[in-house]
């Protein structure tokens, strides 16, 4: 007897729910036991929807044109059992629906975090690309040659014709060194029907960008939610970044977080985020020479912050620096007429979007900048909707920076381009002396506008980030210890 459509799913979803129910362990002390008890309400559901399913099956065999009651009967049960089936996806871990079999694209955890939307690139898609004709030693003895050309014309290279939105190569970078050094752990080379992926292609543009910028380095910049801590996180004592963010204060080099964080008049906000690394300037006693090389912008470029003078205390604190000291003449021209009518019509559009996505809302409004909270779980794709749409149809006089922060989306007033401009007029650095290093490069990412005024270290995490910066701080102490010898 063959089954209708609607009959066919209800089997596959009870088939399905039942091995789903078999995964999961309601006794077992560790399980999150709301998760679990709604795992068990989706599973009833779905043996109650499949039960009746079959039942008007039997049913319609008996009279034509019953098809419209099992849609009419059925139908509603099954949206209500897809919803508490999204919702359990959503928002549980991965363990509690899939066991801990190898992660992959299909996950619970890759659909409700990112997908593959924050591996987006022109540049580094093309580099993929050409490994369907050539190895990857001859893509980097090609690209070696095409980005000495590009350094010397940027505007008529072969690399500009062959990838028109590619950036400006601040510094050399040697791509056949960086891939030997990557391949020589990772064996691409040796592979014989895996190309490498985006991440490893990633990563050998940041070796080569280290080893490249080592000699010339004078201001490292990071973003701060996924590059130094984890996303919401602060900077906490036992966080590994602090060491080598002292090391390299030491060896001559300044230091600067930029953050899409915001907080006006209020210093104490900002040293809570990094508190840990502030109660390590205290605990070393590190001079005043050396804890005038950190620095803080905030709020993309509004606000900037130093370490302030010893108290009795001797605990070290931040102050803001004063704005004509830093600011330029475009940024101190902004009037707040126009910065609130650029956030109201910012706002309105937010909304606008979360109502069209069907995404509940809590709005978030600054001095400088306006965002959404989702009240739920939802995933990255909504967000980058959210965010793109905005960026693309919101007109101001004013810059702006529209960007999908990971778990919200913020329009903020200014960009960290401008705020990394200011920084470096500021200190008087050039754009080989600096270094930035973020996790959000993509299309709706707010480190993606850096590349304009300096070189870059894209990464996913903050272990990658201690990782390259490891690696930067063993070719700056091997420079200057040869320097010293020789």
Same mark, same amino acid.
């Given at each position: 007897?063959?089954?209708?459509s609607?009959?066919?799913?209800i089997?596959?979803?009870t088939?399905?729910?039942?091995?789903?129910?078999?995964?999961?362990d309601?006794?077992?002390?560790?399980?999150?036991?709301? @998760?679990?008890?709604?795992s068990?309400?989706c599973w009833?559901?779905?043996?109650?929807?499949?039960?009746?399913?079959?039942?008007?099956g039997?049913?319609?065999q008996?009279h034509?044109?019953s098809?419209?009651?099992? $849609?009419?009967? @059925?139908?509603?049960?099954?949206?209500e059992? !897809?919803?508490?089936?999204?919702?359990?996806?959503?928002?549980?871990?991965?363990?509690?629906?899939?066991?801990?079999?190898?992660?992959?694209?299909?996950?619970?955890?890759?659909?409700?975090?990112?997908?593959?939307?924050?591996?987006?690139?022109? +540049?580094?898609q +093309?580099?993929? $690309?050409?490994?369907?004709t050539?190895t990857?030693?001859?893509v980097?003895?090609?690209?070696?040659? =095409?980005?000495?050309?590009?350094?010397?014309?940027?505007?008529?290279?072969?690399?500009?014709?062959m990838?028109?939105?590619?950036?400006?190569?601040?510094?050399?970078?040697?791509? @056949?060194?960086?891939?030997l050094? %990557?391949?020589?752990?990772?064996?691409l080379?040796?592979r014989?029907y895996?190309?490498?992926n985006?991440a490893e292609?990633r990563?050998?543009?940041?070796?080569?960008?280290?080893?490249? *910028?080592? $000699?010339?380095?004078?201001?490292?910049?990071?973003d701060?939610? /996924?590059?130094?801590?984890?996303?919401?996180?602060?900077?906490?004592?036992?966080?590994?970044?602090?060491?080598?963010?002292i090391?390299?204060?030491?060896?001559?080099?300044?230091?600067?977080?930029?953050?899409?964080? /915001?907080?006006?008049?209020?210093?104490?906000?900002?040293e809570?985020?990094?508190?840990?690394?502030?109660?390590?300037? *205290?605990?070393?006693?590190?001079?005043? *020479?050396?804890?005038d090389r950190?620095h803080?912008?905030?709020?993309? &470029?509004?606000?900037?912050? #130093?370490?302030a003078t &010893?108290?009795k205390?001797?605990?070290?604190?931040?102050e803001f620096?004063?704005e004509?000291?830093?600011? *330029?003449?475009?940024m101190?021209? =902004?009037?707040?007429?126009d910065?609130?009518?650029?956030?109201?019509?910012?706002e309105s559009m937010?909304?606008?979007?979360a109502?069209?996505?069907?995404?509940p809302?809590?709005v978030? #409004?600054?001095?400088?900048?306006v965002g959404?909270?989702?009240?739920?779980?939802?995933?990255?794709? @909504?967000l980058?909707d959210?965010?793109?749409?905005?960026?693309?149809?919101?007109?101001?006089?004013?810059? +702006? &920076?529209?960007?999908?922060g990971?778990?919200?989306?913020f329009?903020?007033?200014? !960009?960290?381009?401008?705020?990394?401009?200011a920084?470096?007029?500021?200190? !008087?650095?050039?754009?080989?002396?600096?270094?930035?290093?973020?996790d959000?490069?993509?299309?709706s /990412? !707010?480190?993606?506008?850096?590349r304009?005024? &300096?070189p870059?270290l =894209?990464?996913?995490?903050?272990?990658?980030?201690? +990782?390259?910066i490891?690696?930067?701080?063993?070719?700056?102490?091997?420079l200057?210890? %040869?320097?010293?010898?020789e």
């Open positions: 007897m063959a089954l209708s609607m009959q066919t799913s089997a596959v979803k088939r399905c729910f039942d091995f789903a129910k078999r995964r999961i309601f006794s077992h002390p560790r399980q999150n036991y709301s @998760v679990s008890n709604r068990e309400r009833n559901a779905t043996r109650a929807s499949s039960a009746e399913g079959r039942e008007t039997r049913n319609s008996d034509m044109g098809e419209s009651d099992i $849609d009419d009967d @059925v139908a509603p049960k099954l949206m059992t !897809n919803m508490l089936v999204w919702e359990e996806l959503l928002s549980s871990p991965e363990p509690e629906i899939f066991g801990p079999r190898a992660r992959s694209a299909s996950d619970a955890g890759v659909l409700r975090r990112k997908g593959h939307l924050k591996e987006q690139d022109k +540049f580094i +093309f580099l993929l $690309d050409m490994h369907e050539h990857s030693l001859e980097m003895e090609k690209l070696d040659k =095409w980005i000495s050309e590009h350094r010397r014309e940027p505007r008529a290279s072969k690399l500009r014709r990838v028109p939105t590619v950036e400006v190569f601040y510094t050399p970078l040697r791509m @056949v060194e960086a891939f050094e %990557y391949d020589e752990f990772f064996a080379s040796r014989q895996v190309p490498p985006f292609i990563h050998i543009l940041n070796i080569a960008q280290v080893h490249s *910028s080592a $000699d010339t380095l004078k201001l490292l910049t990071f701060a939610d /996924g590059t130094l801590y984890a996303d919401g996180a602060h900077m906490q004592h036992d966080n590994d970044m602090i060491h080598l963010i090391s390299l204060m030491k060896r001559g080099v300044h230091v600067a977080i930029v953050t899409a964080a /915001g907080y006006p008049n209020d210093a104490h906000k900002f809570q985020r990094v508190e840990g690394l502030l109660a390590a300037f *205290s605990r070393l006693d590190l001079p005043k *020479s050396v804890t950190f803080i912008m905030g709020g993309e &470029c509004n606000y900037l912050l #130093r370490v &010893c108290d205390t001797y605990r070290r604190r931040l620096v004063p004509e000291e830093w600011k *330029s003449s475009y101190m021209s =902004w009037k707040q007429e910065i609130n009518n650029l956030l109201t019509k910012a937010l909304l606008d979007g109502a069209r996505l069907r995404l809302v809590d978030l #409004r600054k001095e400088r900048a959404v909270i989702p009240k739920g779980p939802t995933i990255y794709e @909504v980058e959210l965010a793109i749409v905005v960026q693309t149809r919101l007109e101001s006089d004013l810059p +702006f &920076c529209a960007f999908n990971g778990n919200d989306v329009v903020d007033v200014g !960009n960290k381009l401008l705020g990394l401009q920084l470096m007029n500021y200190l !008087n650095f050039s754009p080989e002396q600096v270094l930035h290093v973020g959000r490069f993509t299309d /990412g !707010n480190d993606s506008a850096t304009d005024c &300096c870059i =894209w990464v996913a995490n903050p272990e990658e980030t201690y +990782f390259f490891h690696l930067m701080l063993q070719d700056i102490k091997r200057q210890d %040869y320097a010293y010898i």
